[in-house]
T-cell receptor, first 114, second 114 residues
Framework: AQSVTQLDSHVSVSEGTPVLLRCNYS??????LFWYVQHPNKGLQLLLK??????LVKGINGFEAEFKKSETSFHLTKPSAHMSDAAEYFC????????????FGKGTSLLVTP | NAGVTQTPKFQVLKTGQSMTLQCAQD?????MYWYRQDPGMGLRLIYY???????DKGEVPNGYNVSRLNKREFSLRLESAAPSQTSVYFC?????????????FGEGSRLTVL
């Protein structure tokens, strides 16, 4: 069975400082992993995806994530936070045994302070 | 580009009433989905339609029905609304197989059942 755990429900950073949003996954097979972002009162938007190619994945708006199989992690990072990064972020896993259904984490709310 | 359009954006129902949430996409996508989002729960799949003419249950289908009216439209019906169905509902579509994780979301429909 597949699942994801987002280790922090809320993260607060100052503008210009690094962002780290943590995600651990559980999967019986080689999973596909994704990060989605949801700005207030908006739908979700795909930020980046890992599908067994390069372990370091670059996404939109300067975000990137590294797939670490030994640690079963897929943490999202950004070198310098911008005010517009304030949003809800979801880690998502998909694997063949579940018909490739997307399994969403519970989300991490990122607050960026001036 | 309109993308995925949901109507209505807000709705208040009384217990036992029925209603239909409408969803339309203009991207010529084959697959469409209905999710519900509850605080601290992430997104949970209600129903999906892999292609025109087919529908399948997701993780939480009880109390809901769906219709894939044509390639563009995928509606979600609550036959007898219950307070437990108070949620934000998201429609999504994908051009490629769901395993790619590349879903395009509408802006959501906020439903309150009293």
């Amino acid at each position: 069975a597949q699942s994801v755990t987002q280790l922090d429900s809320h993260v607060s950073v100052s503008e210009g400082t690094p962002v780290l949003l943590r995600c651990n996954y559980s999967s019986s097979y080689s999973p596909s992993l994704f990060w989605y972002v949801q700005h207030p009162n908006k739908g979700l938007q795909l930020l980046l995806k890992y599908t067994s190619a390069a372990t370091l994945v670059k996404g939109i708006n300067g975000f990137e994530a590294e797939f670490k199989k030994s640690e079963t992690s897929f943490h999202l990072t950004k070198p310098s936070a911008h005010m517009s990064d304030a949003a809800e972020y979801f880690c998502v896993v998909s694997e063949p045994t579940s018909g490739y259904a997307l399994n969403f984490g519970k989300g991490t709310s990122l607050l960026v302070t001036p | 580009n309109a993308g995925v359009t949901q109507t209505p954006k807000f709705q208040v129902l009384k217990t036992g009433q029925s209603m239909t949430l409408q969803c339309a996409q203009d991207m010529n996508h084959n697959s469409m989905y209905w999710y519900r989002q509850d605080p601290g729960m992430g997104l949970r799949l209600i129903y999906y339609s892999a292609s025109e003419g087919t529908t399948d249950k997701g993780e939480v289908p009880n109390g809901y029905n769906v219709s894939r009216l044509n390639k563009r439209e995928f509606s979600l019906r609550l036959e007898s609304a219950a307070p437990s169905q108070t949620s934000v509902y998201f429609c999504a579509s994908s051009r490629l197989a769901v395993s790619t994780g590349e879903l395009f979301f509408g802006e959501g429909s906020r439903l309150t059942v009293l």
